[in-house]
């Protein structure tokens, strides 16, 4: 019961994070603070973790793909398609709830216990949409851009660690990311990265925002909000998977 | 003026407030004492709706809130200033943008004229060249006179504080005290104030209600506490044995 219960208040948060906004130009000077708070500085850790995780699947695809049968370019497209179907999509996802997440969910958490957001209230601001909503929009908004840097920064990691090793030539290596190419593998992986970031936006902003207590609590939403986000991530990108490749 | 009527509120079946009805008055300062649980909080905040109450009737110069739909709460809203037990500053903003964010959200008014206005509230809680300094740069006292200088920003015909002393020392409890009266005079706003500092009580006492353990114990002012026969504000009033003492001595003095 206490599932449906916290699922009907965080739709409830949601219908009034969605109310119109009190003075658009507000909104606006929050939205381009969050989209460098949560968005641009995020840009360095997407960047070096791609780096790596793209070298590194070009290491293990050719390590274990033994087979003379098989051309050695497989690893470039491999790579390529791993990185755009899942890795820059939802591994990447579950890397941004736990930074992003935590950091939404700690900030309106604290904001409640300190009675910040009761004196927004008592101003007669509304406060789920002043505080949840620029971070909806910027997460969102980020989201895509972070995936296309993430897969890039996966390319280029690849491209250093495969020819360094000695396993790929950079002609072999950069043969096969352009064979094969099926660009609505971007589209899908855009569509999912778009309902990841609203769940990363949205379900730590609604653990933040019902904190009662202190530090502790702070603390305690902080954590939930990262696991519950980083479940349905999963659960929505096996629902995305079978919907949008059906 | 804001009149409530047979205000009850639990927790979990716990009753917190047990029918409460009393009224506080427009230009004075109406303080709610009593012991820390017994339901000042809760009852200061269900009075601005931040708390849902079980009964009752909370009316705003003969508005009923608890009538009021989200749209006409908000606009109510708009004539209060609170101040919070812990100021509740905006950390990301500085002091200026504190006490300018409810013109910014509110107001039509020009850059210029909100800092004027800033800068005349700021002046008013005589905080002065500390306006680009952060929440976390400045003194408990500094943080409470912000908070008031932000609930006064929209010239609000209803001002509640939250223990505005806790926490402070005796010197800026009284100039927080002294100030919160000033401003309820000056702007002929209804003040209310949850304390449960005496030095509150007998400085700035217009209108006292006393509660104890959820209930209404006791109404009046700050002259007619020192001699109550109320046994429970007896034993909150003279709970130190330096406030035994100046009870005695003005009893004596009274006598002779």
């Known amino acids: 019961m206490k599932v449906f219960s916290e699922i009907g208040s965080y739709f409830l948060l949601m219908y009034r994070v969605f109310s119109r906004p009190e003075k658009s130009r507000i909104y606006w000077r929050q939205l381009l603070l969050e989209i460098e708070k949560l968005g641009i500085h995020s840009l360095g850790i997407v960047a070096i973790i791609s780096v790596f995780m793209g070298g590194i699947i070009t290491l293990q695809l050719t390590y274990n793909m033994s087979s003379p049968l098989m051309p050695t370019y497989l690893v470039g497209l491999g790579n390529r398609d791993t990185l755009i179907l899942e890795f820059s999509c939802t591994v990447l996802s579950l890397m941004l709830a736990g930074k992003v997440g935590s950091n939404i969910a700690s900030e309106i958490g604290s904001m409640r216990v300190t009675e910040q957001i009761d004196s927004l209230e008592l101003m007669g601001v509304n406060s789920a949409a002043f505080l949840i909503l620029p971070k909806i929009i910027a997460v969102v908004f980020i989201s895509p851009i972070l995936f296309i840097l993430s897969v890039f920064c996966g390319i280029i990691g690849g491209l250093i660690a495969g020819p360094i090793s000695g396993v790929v030539t950079v002609a072999t290596y950069m043969g096969g990311i352009r064979t094969m190419f099926v660009p609505f593998f971007v589209t899908f992986s855009i569509i999912k990265t778009l309902v990841f970031g609203f769940l990363i936006a949205t379900v730590p902003a609604y653990q933040g925002y019902n904190v009662q207590g202190g530090a502790l609590e702070v603390g305690r939403a902080s954590t939930r909000s990262v696991v519950n986000t980083s479940i349905l991530i999963l659960l929505f990108d096996l629902i995305l998977t079978q919907l949008l490749f059906k | ?256």
Not at chain 2, 141 to 157: E, H, S, T
Not at chain 2, 210 to 233: A, D, H, P, Y
């Open chain 2, 1 to 256: 003026m804001i009149e409530i009527r047979n205000i009850k509120k639990s927790f979990e079946e716990r009753p917190i407030l047990k029918d409460i009805s009393t009224l506080f008055e427009k230009g004075k300062t109406n303080l709610i004492i009593g012991q820390s649980g017994s339901g000042k909080t809760v009852l200061l905040k269900s009075i601005v709706r931040l708390i849902e109450v079980d009964e009752g009737e909370i009316l705003f110069d003969g508005r009923d809130i608890r009538k009021m739909n989200f749209k006409d709460i908000k606009l109510l809203r708009q004539e209060m200033g609170m101040v919070f037990q812990g100021g509740a500053l905006f950390d990301s903003l500085n002091v200026e943008e504190n006490v300018r964010f409810p013109m910014d959200m509110f107001t039509t008014m020009s850059t210029a004229e909100k800092n004027k206005h800033v800068d005349f509230c700021l002046d008013r809680v005589n905080i002065k060249g500390a306006h680009k300094l952060y929440p976390s740069e400045i003194s408990g006292g500094m943080r409470k006179r912000v908070a008031i200088a932000r609930a006064i920003a929209l010239n609000p015909k209803y001002l509640f504080c939250d223990e505005p002393n806790s926490g402070l020392d005796p010197v800026t409890s009284i100039l927080i005290d002294n100030l919160i009266k000033e401003i309820t005079l000056e702007f002929d706003i209804t003040t209310l104030i949850n304390t449960h500092d005496m030095n509150s009580v007998m400085e700035i006492g217009d209108n006292i209600l006393f509660i104890s353990e959820g209930e209404k114990g006791w109404v009046g002012n700050s002259t007619q506490v020192l001699f109550t026969r109320n046994k429970k504000l007896n034993e909150f009033v003279f709970a130190s044995p330096l406030s035994k003492r100046i009870r005695d001595l003005k009893q004596r003095e009274d006598d002779e």
